[in-house]
């Protein structure tokens, strides 16, 4: 099984992080394949910033992909730009606290997390990412939750340990979030 | 698992050379490959090396060849229009026959071209990379964990031919982040006996064989000139016999071939497993070293069964691709997939030429 996720905000939200988070996660604790492409070279500042991840049972062909199964979007621009970007049928996840334009396709499926808001109300508006990848994880299976929460403990926690109760408790308000929308499905 | 480090290509590569007995490194910046220079400032003092950012491409060319007449494992990299101006130097050392590990990076050209990533440089690296008609291995990985082994490589190669080997890398290769094992580093001791076994080392002391240095203007007479080339033109006519590294992936029974290498030949192999899941007996011939040209593997090919082969690269016009048509020469039909300026290979693409040719 492959699949890809693209994530896509501005600079600042922790779309590179979202996006390393898995990956340090697979090639960790997992023994699949993993690829991390990075877009953000001459993007300005306030521009859009993203990442593509694929995550397989097989050797990885393109690290970036035209049109991947999973799009997360952090903002409206994101959104314009990588909405064609997911193949019919994949799964497109809103940070619906600042995303107020229209999804546009009715054959993807959409997952609304308030990630912005539930970052601020658990105090700090930086950990809004990990809100986004408790979603993905939650909705998707890709990779076992506690393992993400432990590799985030050791990458994010290894400079800043007294981060890791909030990374923690805003994980897990994703992965609620994203658990409860499959099962609506 | 536990062995396998999550890194970007660019220190990845940097790291490997590090542990395969590099000692100086010298470069200017230019994207996509910035990450390498900035990895070894970091990492070279920590292993008694050096790092010196020469304040152009020229300057950091010249003091890599510096280095390497001295005896050290040295190596120095850039991305397309900086290798062009590295070109000079990389003449020289060919010319002194200095082993040197060179990385190109390739982005966008002719010209300043893109920051993005690109194949567009095959002909530079395989035909003519400066003056005097020079050749050089050429290694191209299309994954980290290549990227890796090959780096280490290419250091060996350089020392057994002393002569510089050129790796063929692309901005994807420098940017992205994989899965990789590293080797263990060489001791100090061993680094410290390749370096002993260089004689025609310049070390300041008398004695020794002659040094690798041109100077004045080149060597003193035509007949020199000339043997020098002779024995040159036949390590590369020995590179041709001994030194071709190519993947053959289910080419068996294939009816279509695709081929690509570098990047693109990790896509033209997820290309060929997903036209085999269709029904189509697809396989693929992926050179790891574009030079010398593995031209056997194409000419052995079972032509009365073959509808077709497909090309894939990222660069436009093709380039790669020539020298594949040159060795089968009309006796199959051909199908491109390219892309260029930044957009990195569709494997839809390479798959729909492929199924073109089996409708043809």
Known sequence: MEKSIIIAGFGGQGVMVAGQLLCYTACETTDRYVTFFPSYGAEMRGGTANCYVVISDEPVGAPKVSRADYLVVLNDPSLERFRDAVVPGGTVFVNSSVVTHDIGRTDINVVKVDAGAIAYELGNPKVLNLVIVGAIIGYTDLLPAENVLQTAFKKLGAKRPEMNPINEAAFRRGLEIGKSARSGE | ?360
């Not at chain 2, 220190?11 to 910035?34: D, K, S, W």
């Not at chain 2, 990227?147 to 994807?172: I, Q, W």
């Not at chain 2, 660069?315 to 020298?323: E, G, K, L, N, Y």
Request: with cysteine; glycine share 10%; charged share 20%.
């Open chain 2, 1 to 360: 698992m536990a062995d396998r480090v999550f890194m970007k290509g660019s220190e990845a590569i940097a790291e490997a050379a590090v542990r395969a007995g590099c000692r100086f490194f010298a470069g200017y910046p230019i994207t996509p490959q910035n990450e390498v220079p900035e990895y070894f400032a970091r990492r070279m003092p920590q292993v008694g090396g050096v790092f010196l950012q020469g304040e152009s491409e020229v300057a950091s060319a010249n003091m890599t060849y510096g280095a390497a007449a001295a005896g050290v494992r040295a190596m120095t990299s850039s991305s397309s229009c900086g290798i062009s101006l590295k070109s000079e130097a990389i003449s020289w050392m060919a010319g002194a026959r200095l082993p040197v590990v060179i990385a190109n990076f390739q982005r966008g050209g002719p010209g300043i071209g893109t920051i993005q990533p690109s194949q567009q440089d095959y002909f530079q690296a395989t035909k003519a990379s400066g003056n005097g008609g020079f050749e050089m291995l050429v290694l191209s990985p299309s994954t980290l964990q290549e990227a890796v082994d090959m780096t280490a490589e290419a250091f060996e190669l350089a020392d057994r031919y002393s002569n510089p080997v050129l790796l063929l890398l692309d901005g994807f290769t420098g940017t992205m982040m994989e899965p990789v094992s590293l080797p263990e580093p060489l001791s100090e001791e061993r680094i410290a006996a390749i370096r002993a076994s260089k004689t025609w080392a310049a070390t300041g002391k008398r004695g020794g064989a002659q040094h690798k240095v041109m100077c004045g203007p080149g060597l003193d007479t035509r007949l020199s000139q000339q043997a020098m080339n002779r024995e040159a033109a036949a390590m590369y006519a020995k590179w041709r016999e001994e030194e071709c590294d190519c993947e053959e992936f289910m080419l068996e029974d294939a009816e279509v071939v695709v081929t690509a290498y570098g990047i693109s030949g990790r896509i033209a192999k997820s290309a060929v497993k997903l036209l085999r899941a269709e029904g189509i007996r697809a396989g693929l011939i992926r050179p790891r070293r574009v030079h010398p040209f593995p031209a056997k593997v194409y000419d052995s090919l079972d032509f009365s069964r073959i509808r077709g082969i497909v090309c894939a690269e990222m660069s436009i016009p093709a380039q790669f691709a020539t020298d594949v048509e040159a060795v089968v020469h009309g006796r199959t039909a051909f199908a491109y997939a390219l892309s260029s300026g930044g957009d990195i290979l569709d494997r839809s693409e390479i798959m729909e030429a492929a199924r073109g040719l089996m409708r043809d």
